[in-house]
């Protein structure tokens, strides 16, 4: 049986409270072996750190999410220092810019998120990166720091972007987004990466597949994920999902 790893799942949404037990004990059945699952706000950390605690499976990081930054504060900084070295954590993060979002703060962005870079740099733990509409950005603060121990989080940057990024050792992660059959820009994109850099994630909830506009993305569909990327890439499924699973376990030393 093929195993995988989710590399970025948020277990903890309030849209798995009725049967989040459930769809992780179907996943680990077909395969799925373990799931990272970053928190996004100081409000989450401490249910996101029980979740680790009670699901063998399930390993967490601790970050400030760009969508929240009007919330950010001072406060959750110290906090998240606080927590980063004795919470069992395995990253930090979701953190990151987002771009896309006008209404965000971009300065106050940007220094939350060079704060997280500079404490992940200082724990050596890995980052998981939210980039939409903000790829060059977030790579800028990397190079400032020179801190590449990162991926980032549902990748739709260009070929060229993505190929200086891998060069430094940065680390890609590729969702349902990809399987659209009319993502051609974005499929293109991921045959040039390297295997050696592709992450596997479903974003669940979120991130729905083309064709179930409305639903929610399940632990299990990172199965569809694996067959389809690899069917783009013109591979045998259970080829990418051992180098995935390498590559994840390479870079959360999980």
């Keep these: 049986m093929i195993e995988l790893i989710d590399s970025h799942i948020h277990l903890d949404d309030a849209r798995f409270d009725s049967d989040r037990d459930q769809l992780l004990q179907m996943a680990q059945l077909a395969g799925v072996r373990q799931f990272i699952v970053p928190a996004v706000s100081s409000e989450k950390f401490t249910q996101v750190n029980e979740l680790a605690l009670s699901q063998d499976a399930v390993v967490h990081t601790l970050g400030l999410h760009p969508y929240y930054i009007a919330e950010h504060a001072g406060e959750d900084l110290e906090k998240l220092a606080e927590l980063v070295p004795k919470s069992g954590v395995v990253g930090i993060g979701e953190c990151g810019l987002d771009y896309h979002l006008k209404d965000l703060d971009r300065d106050k962005q940007l220094l939350v998120f060079e704060a997280q870079v500079v404490l992940a740099k200082h724990f050596s733990l890995p980052l998981i990166l939210h980039v939409r509409g903000a790829v060059a950005a977030v790579f800028e603060v990397l190079k400032k720091h020179d801190y590449f121990n990162a991926v980032m989080h549902s990748f739709n940057g260009s070929i060229e972007q993505a190929q200086t990024i891998t060069d430094h050792g940065v680390m890609l992660g590729f969702g349902p987004a990809v399987c659209n059959p009319k ?17 596997l994630e479903t974003d669940a909830p979120d991130q729905p597949f083309y064709d179930r506009h409305g639903k929610r993305n399940l632990p299990i569909d990172l199965l569809r994920v694996n067959e389809s990327l690899a069917n783009i890439r013109g591979m045998d499924p259970a080829e990418l999902a051992a180098q995935t699973v390498a590559n994840t376990q390479r870079l959360f030393g999980t």
Excluded at 183 to 193: G, P, R, S
């Design 183 to 199: 993502a051609n820009k974005l499929q293109a994109m991921f045959e040039t990466v390297p295997l050696t850099h592709i992450l």
